[in-house]
């Protein structure tokens, strides 16, 4: 498969996926169908957006092709009218937060292969910074947007292993796309930015966070 082929074909999955956890955090807001569509268009559109423009790609290729703003939007009012219309209301919190990681864990591992793919594409054969970087921003640039307007603190900021996981797919990317190629590479990155970002949800994995000593009942701080 082409390397642009395949730029496209992560591109669909990531702006699906990505749009679905898009609508979730809309409804979740109660939010009408104009605020859940601009969610799904954020998500989706918004961290390709953001890449785009820091390699100069002017306009950004979302505004040159309206085929994901189409999915976008559509994804939104299908899955609005799922959530009314099907038992999907009245499933617990849990579930759909479930539905909810596994759509931005799909997108998340989506579009850091178009990213990455972008970053060999601007940056050259040999560079590992741009790919990675960008593989990054187009990862989590989309859901930052989202939690933004929906007014929440972005996820990439406080979840389980997020961003890293993109880092880390999009290293591995870097490093093996020679001895693999590019479509097996792409996979395979594809591949284990989900195995770590579900990895992190089961087993509640996540970076360092600062805090304070926990006091023993005696008042000392524990060491």
């Excluded at 849990?94 to 990455?116: E, K």
Aim: net charge positive; glycine share 8%.
């Amino acid at each position: 498969m082409l390397a642009e082929d395949l730029w496209r074909l992560f591109d669909i999955i990531g702006t699906l996926a990505f749009a679905v956890s898009g609508t979730l955090v809309g409804i979740s807001r109660r939010m009408d169908i104009f605020g859940i569509s601009v969610l799904a268009l954020a998500t989706a559109v918004g961290g390709g957006m953001v890449r785009d423009m820091l390699v100069g790609i002017t306009p950004p290729m979302a505004l040159r092709n309206t085929t994901n703003f189409l999915l976008s939007v559509g994804v939104a009012l299908l899955t609005s009218l799922l959530y009314q219309w099907t038992a999907l209301h009245h499933m617990r919190r849990r579930r759909l937060l479930t539905m909810f990681n596994v759509s931005d864990t799909i997108g998340l591992a989506a579009f850091t292969i178009t990213g990455a793919l972008t970053g060999v594409r601007f940056g050259g054969d040999d560079s590992y910074v741009l790919p990675v970087l960008l593989a990054a921003t187009t990862a989590v640039g989309g859901g930052m947007i989202r939690d933004v307007l929906a007014q929440r603190m972005p996820v990439v900021l406080y979840a389980e292993v997020y961003a890293a996981a993109s880092l880390a797919g999009a290293f591995v990317f870097c490093m093996l796309r020679f001895t693999l190629g590019v479509e097996a590479d792409s996979w395979l990155a594809f591949t284990l930015v989900l195995l770590i970002r579900f990895a992190a949800i089961r087993w509640n994995w996540s970076l360092y966070h600062p805090r304070p000593p926990r006091r023993r009942h005696d008042g000392k701080a524990e060491q």
